[in-house]
Each structure stands twice: as structure tokens, then as C-alpha cells.
């Protein structure tokens, strides 16, 4: 089994490792920490153990890659200046499989008209873990993935991805609807992501203790545009977000942590993608469309401040 | 013709010194700048020239005016932690009428209910000035005034005040509804003034460039509260607000200078009381509420910065 890992860095080299421990024989495509990957591997310290995670190859782009992997996995982050497609590019070959695991909703699509014959797996992540220097992943909590083949279904390779995953030691359950699981996602993400960076680092604990109305309003929106598209969700799933955030000890967001790092965020993944499937589909989300407003405003200020 | 301001910072000051330069008798209630004051009274760097304004008597609280004097200007800022009519309260006589010079929306009702016999003016300022040391009051531009009789109307009083504005030398319109004037002016501090600190402090310009849509669905909303309210404002006063912050040199507003300064804000008075108003009209403003909403949470950090 041979697998491609692109983006090797806090979901990339600690999914990686997990195959590797599992049996699969696993390369990356490591562009900024290409020298000491290639050099020594992956160092992981893991609620499950800590090890030297090392790749058959790394890699500097996906051509390298020679013969084409059974599964090229994804796992960059969702940016509007990352060209997804042209980064698996050179190592798709007809029968590979195309995994995503990556945030976001209706993520899917651009893929999936690159690589019309391709079988492709989307999944979601639910793990704390990050990068914590070249060549170092700090797997903090979690690890929980869900994987289904898109649009829908759950063929026998992503089984067998979920089999390979469990064996390693994490819970991968497989989604015959993944893109109900993307918005189901999406209703925790659309509101405390970017209100804890418009609020100027909130944690969710006192964004919940202090706007819980806008919480809602924000969270039903999200709902409403899911039904809309066609994967209506849970009529709790607003109350059980709810109480799940209250009982988690305060938290800051991953979408806070860049912003705090200077990073990109993925606003357009999250919340511009979700805001467009609403407008399309012709539901209102005022609510969603003003802090995607304030968060493109947001972005233009950091820009801005970056230049200087 | 004797004049009490209460609250002489940079509007206090400012008002307080062209009225003595028209032949009234002013005395001022000056708080943090007491000393200074008392002794020295208000250096005025204005547009009209530079004089020193003296007043009658700087007073530390209004019930040690005396005799209860013809006008009481209040021109403090409008701040859930500022309670006006207190401050006001020992100056007021029977025969005072109450002048405000201040932000917001809905600001009458509480002075109105806690001096029922009097006659109440209230007044906006289109004003560019600012206190740059104790005793210092820079008026760099504008300076204009709209002052009419709460609930409506235009009494000889508010007819006497304003040509002793004109006679110093600013413009001073007496207006029949008020009440409107106020909604016509949140019209643009809805939006500009909490996108200004919520997008990490952009100028107008700015704002207006990226997101003029979200822009104008904030006007579009106080336009409606306007009219649910009995004010009506003119159809074109949306393109009016873009037209005119269009011509305008890239501005910071007020409350993103109170933001940067650490000073609290007038969320209140210009945001949460425009909400309100909505909620009570039962018009939806979802806009304005997720801006709202945003600003108290941003408050709520601040605060918390401020304590560590």
C-alpha cells in the first residue's frame, strides 16, 4: 500500500505517521521543512506514544514521486493563493485515490473537476496537534477522523483507510454522507473561528458565556444552508454544539492561532464558501454574511500591516 | 444669559468658549482637568483663531453653580457607567433649560424622565476637535450644529442659542425634528465607527473600498429603525453617506480613536441603542445586531486586557 502524503505539517506528518505505524509504505511532499524531514523524518510525541516517523521519501513536489501512489493524501490548508490541484498533480495517476483531509465546506468540487476519473475520499480531522518546529509534531488531543467518498458512499477504499487508521490506534469512522459531516463541522467553525479573532482572542469559553444569541443565530444559518444544499442536519445539533463548547476548557481557535502568528487564514474554506452556498441556494444569512464581511476587513488590515 | 457646561473636554471646551466669545456668562464643570483649568481656563486652537477662553467659574460638580443658570450644556461622552442626569441634577432649576450635545440615538428619554419640567434641547455637533493636553482644545475642522426641542419642535430658546453660535462664528441650524437629524447621523456612525475598530482599525476609506456592501446593508438598516420610529429619512440618504465618505480624506473615527486610546467606547449610544430601537419596531436588523454583538465582545477583551 502506498501512500502520498502532500503538506507534511501538524494533519500531514502525524496522519503520515499513523499509516506508517500501520504498515503503509508512506512518502511526503515537504516544501518548507524539506531539509531536516529529509535529513532525520518526523519526530512525534503523541497522546499515543512518541517515535521517529520515517518517510520511504521525501519529496519536493509530487512529480518526484515516480510510481503513482495507491492514495495521494491532502492535507494543506485551504487557501484562495493554494492551487490544491496543481500541487497533487504530477502524482495522481489513473488509479489513484485522492483523500482531502482538510477543513472547510464544499471543498470538494475543484478537485474533483481536476480529476474526473479519480476516486476521491473527503475527510475531516477532529485533532489538537501541531507543528512545533521543522521536523516536530506535538499530537496534543483527539485524532478522531470521519472519511466517505465524495459526494457520497463508502466505498471499499476508504475502508480500508479506516482499517489502516483504527489499527494505529484512532477512532476513523467511515460517512456514507461526508458533506453532512463537513457542515455538521461547519456549524462549530462558522461562528466561534472567526468571532474569536474579531473579538481580539477570545477564547470560546467567554465567547459562548458572553454572545451565546449571536452563537446561535450564526449556528442556525449554517443549518439552514445545509438542508438547503440537501443534507439536512440533526435538530439538536445547535443545543448539543452548545453544551459540548461549554463543558471544553477555554479554547482558542486554529483560525485564531494563525491570525495571532501572522498566518493566512481559511476564512474562504470556512466561511466564504459556507456564505456563497447560502446565497446560491437562496437562504438568508445576514448574521454569516457580516462576519465574513468583518473578516475580509480583517484580513485586509493584516495585509496592510504585513507591508509596512 | 449664564451657561453651565458640564463635561469641558474637547466639545465641552470647545462650545463652552465660542458661547463666551457671543457675551455669555460661562462657568464649566470640569472633572480630570480641574487644576488646570481653574487656573489657567481653556487655551482654544481653532479654524476661528486662537484665544484663551476664561470662564465665569470652573466648578468641580454642577451643584456648585449657585445660582441655576439659563442653559445647562451636557457634553460628556454617553457611557452606561455615566450616569447624566446625576451629574447634571444639582445645577438644574426650574427655569434651565437642558441642552445635549452628544452622540447616539434614543439619548433624550433618560434626562427627559428625570426632569420632567424642563425643557430639553437636543443638539448634535459635526465637529472635528480634540483635547490635546489639560487646558487644550484643538478644533481642526468643521464645527457645525443642529439643535431642536426634544421631542420636536424649535422654541425661542433653541432660536437664542443658536445665533449665539452664529454670532461666534460657526453654523447653527435650528431643526424641527431632531429626533431624525440623530437617526440621519447614526446613519453613517452605525457602520464606520465599529467596522473602524472591529477591522483592527482601518480609515473610512478603507471600509468603503472592500466592503461597501456590508456598508450600505448597515445604513439601509437605521433607515429602517428611522422610519419604524416615525422619522422617515430621504430616499437617496444611503448614497448621500457612500457619495460623501467617497469624497472624504481617509478618516479614523471617533471610536476607533477611543479603541486605540484604551478609552470606552460609545457602542451604547451610536449601536446598542439603534439595535434596540429595531428590536422594539420589530424591524430586522440582523446587521446590525451581528456588529453589535461583535463590538460587545470586543469590549469584553479589552476589558480584560485593561485588568491584567
Chains 1, 2 share one sequence.
Not at 34 to 53: M, N
Request: charged share 20%; with cysteine; hydrophobic share 45%.
Amino acid at each position: 500500500m502506498k501512500v502520498l502524503i502532500v503538506g507534511a505539517g501538524a494533519i500531514g506528518g502525524f496522519y503520515g505517521a499513523l499509516l506508517a505505524k500501520a504498515g503503509a509504505q508512506v512518502s511526503l511532499v515537504c516544501r518548507s521543512d524539506y531539509a531536516v524531514v529529509a535529513e532525520c523524518g518526523i519526530e512525534i510525541r503523541s497522546t499515543l506514544g512518541e517515535w521517529q516517523f520515517e518517510p520511504a521519501a521525501v519529496l519536493r513536489e509530487a512529480g518526484e514521486v515516480g510510481e503513482s501512489p495507491d492514495y495521494v493524501v491532502l492535507c494543506t490548508k485551504v487557501l484562495p493563493q493554494i492551487d490544491r490541484a496543481a500541487l497533487i498533480k504530477g502524482a495522481v495517476g489513473p488509479d489513484t485515490a485522492i483523500v482531502l483531509i482538510q477543513n472547510g465546506v464544499e471543498i470538494e468540487e475543484e478537485i474533483a473537476r481536476a480529476f474526473p476519473a479519480n476516486e476521491l475520499i473527503s475527510g475531516l480531522a477532529f485533532v489538537c496537534t501541531s507543528r512545533t518546529a521543522p521536523g516536530q509534531v506535538w499530537h496534543q488531543a483527539y485524532g478522531n477522523l470521519m472519511l466517505g467518498n465524495w459526494p457520497s458512499g463508502v466505498g471499499p477504499r476508504v475502508s480500508v483507510l479506516c482499517e489502516l487508521f483504527e489499527s494505529a490506534g484512532i477512532k476513523a469512522r467511515a460517512m456514507e454522507d461526508i458533506v453532512a459531516a463537513r457542515w455538521r463541522k461547519c456549524v462549530w467553525n462558522a461562528p466561534f473561528n472567526p468571532l474569536s479573532v474579531l473579538s481580539g482572542g477570545l477564547y470560546t469559553s467567554d465567547i459562548l458565556s458572553t454572545q451565546e444569541s449571536l452563537v446561535r443565530q450564526l449556528m442556525e444559518e449554517v443549518c439552514t444552508i445545509a438542508a438547503a444544499t440537501g443534507h439536512p442536519l440533526s435538530a439538536d445539533v445547535v443545543d448539543r454544539n452548545i453544551a459540548d463548547t461549554r463543558k471544553m476548557p477555554p479554547y482558542k481557535t486554529s483560525m485564531l492561532l494563525d491570525f495571532e502568528a501572522g498566518r493566512p487564514m481559511e476564512t474562504e474554506a470556512i466561511l466564504g464558501n459556507a456564505v456563497r452556498a447560502g446565497q446560491r441556494e437562496q437562504v438568508p444569512v445576514p448574521h454569516l454574511e457580516t462576519v465574513y464581511a468583518l473578516m475580509k476587513l480583517r484580513e485586509y488590515q493584516q495585509e496592510q500591516n504585513a507591508r509596512r
